[in-house]
């Protein structure tokens, strides 16, 4: 069982910068690849990026690509995403997600093994 913790969201400017968490508890952390998903209001979840189970390898959706940086530490068992030149067209619920062995590709909602509950990125123009 592995359960997943965001902590890191709040409200910035257009422009600035916000850095989420994703602490995960369990012992198999290094065998999950982990990624961020986000939700707007009124719209479906949609996928951000992910990093591989071996850290070497990710994946971003085109309108982050650039500008968001996803990272992991095994010894804290944490995945990070760095937002950096944030727009108010990000603003929505970003979730945290795991995957046994996966690889570092567009994920879909489905077939993940854990999610964790949220946090709320709010982007002011």
């Known amino acids: 069982q592995v359960q997943l913790v965001e902590s890191g969201g709040g409200l910035v400017q257009a422009g600035g910068s916000l850095r989420l968490s994703c602490a995960a508890s369990?012992?198999?952390?290094?065998?999950?690849?982990m990624g961020w998903f986000r939700q707007a209001p009124g719209k479906e979840r949609e996928f951000v990026a992910c990093?591989?189970?071996?850290?070497?390898?990710?994946y971003y959706d085109d309108s982050v690509k650039g500008r968001f940086t996803i990272s992991r530490d095994y010894a804290k068992n944490t995945v990070y995403l760095q937002m950096d030149s944030l727009k108010p067209e990000d603003t929505a619920d970003y979730y945290c997600a795991a995957k046994r062995m996966g690889y570092a590709i567009r994920w879909s909602t489905s077939g993940l093994d854990y999610w964790g509950k949220g946090t709320l990125v709010t982007v002011s123009s």
């Open positions: 990093i591989d189970w071996s850290g070497d390898n990710t």
């Open positions: 369990g012992r198999s952390f290094s065998s999950y690849a």
